[in-house]
């Protein structure tokens, strides 16, 4: 059984504005690489032969990083959105651009997460599922779509955002398609797979299965949330293969400068050619390439933009600066 990759990127990160002004939120560096990263070595490590991203914002920064996948141990494809078809819309597109295989994983782009995917895949061959949904519990499912299963953990419903939702379980953001059911999916149209796939593809009787899995799971779609996941794949809540080798809580790139009195701890991730100066305390931050931080500054929970500086005794929490 083949198992190909589709990897949605095309959004504009709106709610990550103004981080993604000129980078899209996939490339947005999490714990020392791009976030699609962390992503593409997940796939390839399940044992995905080959992986579509489907871009659309400034989708011409991804093939420079990402080059053909040979690297990451997988094959890379690119299929661009002249404009933005929506989750089912670019799902279609990207399909086009398959080699022949069994089934697909659909992965959001936003979405970090420690579950189990070789369990997934295999969980969906065994039912002879024809679709099958990664589902987690959340304590308030209004943000999202949440899901109804039967016993056997068939999907009974499926509804997008609502105030009172029927269920905790939500859709996670990783989801399996057999190749031929993403044919039912119409071409050149803007289509939500969660509003209109998900609910067509149960309304038409395919056999549409819940893969539950309550391990390690964030939304990356703001900039809390970023810095959390960086810091979280940094001091080992959840791991990673694609997070640079470290030791202790914190990330150091080579050929950043740090003084030997400031400290740097809680998940920190500074990039190349940063300085930072005496007496400063940086805590489960990110500090962009060449920024240059003053003495006794004190740094949490926060995002400072490349190139930026930050002025001598300056404190900031939880904010973002400099883009």
Known sequence: ?????????????????????????????????????????????????????????????????????????????????????????????????????????????DVLSGHDLAAQIQFHINNKAEVTMYLTKVADARAYGCVELLADNQVKSFLEKMENPVSNLINAGCYIF???????????????????????????????????????????????????????????????????????????AAGAQVSSSAIINLGTFIEPKVVVESNCQISGSIIGSGAKIGANCKIVNSIIAPDTQIEAGMVVISNYLGF
């Open 1 to 109: 059984m083949k198992t190909s990759a589709i990897l949605l990127v095309g959004g504009m990160g709106t709610r990550l504005m103004p981080l993604t002004s000129k980078t899209p939120k996939p490339m947005l560096q999490v714990a020392g690489v791009p976030f699609t990263e962390h992503q593409i070595r997940k796939a390839s490590q399940a044992g995905i032969s080959e992986i579509v991203l489907a871009t659309s914002y400034k989708a011409e920064l991804f093939e420079p990083y990402f080059g053909d996948g040979a690297k990451f141990g997988i094959k890379i494809k690119y299929a661009v959105e002249e404009s933005a078809l929506g989750t089912g819309g670019g799902i279609r597109n990207a399909a086009a651009l398959l080699d022949d295989c069994d089934q697909v994983v659909i992965f959001n782009g």
């Open 178 to 252: 057999n190749r031929k059911v993403i044919d039912q999916i119409p071409a050149n149209q803007v289509v939500s797979v969660e509003r209109v796939t998900f609910p067509s593809f149960l309304n038409s009787g395919l056999k549409v299965y819940g893969y539950l899995d309550n391990s390690y799971w964030l939304d990356i779609g703001n900039p809390q949330a970023l810095v959390k996941a960086s810091a979280d794949l940094i001091t080992g809540v959840i791991t990673s293969v694609a997070t640079p080798k470290h030791s202790g809580d914190h990330l150091i």
